[in-house]
């Protein structure tokens, strides 16, 4: 499975937009990529999914180059609520296991 | 509808010690995973059911790890005697056929203390 880079760590004011971009390189034709979001003392939860473009949900996008070896999640005018960690997954089959980063945490403050 | 729930919330055990962990999916969910993140580590997948059958084991540490999932509801994960190392948060996730393929549902975890 295609390995992902992506920041650290980012930090960012109420209202603004945040950009979380990912790297995987290796990502094969029949690969996802999926990103999750982890609250503390929380399990991560599903944000968006998409293989090519643009996909837009009620959360965030994500933007996929064509040659699909690099993903951008955003999210629109943050709040102090989306300080989480951001998971970027690259997977290619359905119900397989999940491979997580480090993931980026997202520091939002006032 | 309930989401995924865990049992219990945090276990502090003594080294050598059993502990069970349990796993309730969604209701409907053929796919039960166990995941683990031990301190400082990322999130590691254990093994995964798709209804009572054990699908992919691979991520199993070693044999003082024994999961089950009689029946195809809940899921028990035992780890027997337990290891200092063993110390983390144990979640569990379930999806079902149809799903958006990486669409997986995690429970809040199982803060596992080995002392």
């Known amino acids: 499975l295609a390995k992902t880079t992506q920041p650290i760590s980012m930090d960012s004011y109420e209202g603004q937009e945040v950009n979380i971009t990912c790297s995987h390189n290796?990502?094969?034709?029949?690969?996802?990529i999926t990103w999750y979001q982890q609250f503390p003392s929380q399990g991560p939860r599903f944000i968006i999914q998409?293989?090519?473009t643009k996909v837009t949900n009620e959360v965030a996008s994500l933007f996929i180059p064509a040659d699909r070896k690099s993903s951008t999640l955003s999210l629109p005018r943050v709040s102090l609520s989306d300080t989480a960690v951001y998971y970027c997954?690259?997977?290619?089959?359905?119900?397989?296991?999940?491979?997580f980063g480090k993931g980026t945490t997202l520091s939002v403050s006032s | 509808e309930a989401g995924v729930t865990q049992f219990p919330s945090h276990s502090v055990i003594e080294k050598g010690q059993t502990v069970t962990l349990r796993c309730d999916p969604i209701?409907?969910?053929?796919?039960l995973y166990w995941y683990r993140r031990v301190m400082g580590k990322e999130i590691k997948f254990l093994l995964h059911?798709?209804?009572?059958?054990?699908?992919?084991e691979s991520g199993m540490p070693n044999n003082r790890f024994l999961a089950e999932r009689t029946g195809g509801t809940y899921s028990t994960l035992k780890v027997q005697p337990a290891e200092l190392e063993d110390s983390g948060v144990y979640f569990c996730?379930?999806?079902?056929?149809?799903?958006?393929?990486?669409?997986?549902?995690f429970g809040p975890g199982t803060r596992l203390t080995v002392t």
């Open positions: 996730a379930s999806s079902q056929p149809g799903q958006p393929p990486y669409e997986q549902y």
């Open positions: 290796n990502i094969a034709t029949n690969d996802y």
């Open positions: 998409g293989y090519k």
């Open positions: 997954l690259v997977a290619n089959q359905a119900g397989t296991a999940l491979i």
């Open positions: 209701s409907g969910h053929d796919n």
């Open positions: 059911f798709v209804k009572e059958s054990k699908q992919d």
